[in-house]
């Protein structure tokens, strides 16, 4: 499964994403993904990172642990 959340001034093209792929409609991000990712992995709050529905996300899949 793919998880994708463009960037403010890109398209995607839906058609070019794999089957399983949700894009996911994320008005601002602060951070980098690799500092988010640090972040989970060392057990840190990304509360003021990403919005809740990707925080619970990645919790609920198990991701960067």
Known sequence: NWVVVP???TEIPIED???TSEV???KMIFGSS????RKVTNG???ENFVS???KDYIETSGLYK
């Open 17 to 19: 994403l794999p089957p």
């Open 24 to 26: 996911i409609d994320a």
């Open 44 to 46: 840190e709050d990304i």
């Open 52 to 54: 809740k529905e990707i």
């Open 34 to 37: 690799s500092s988010i990712r």
């Open 7 to 9: 960037r403010s001034e």
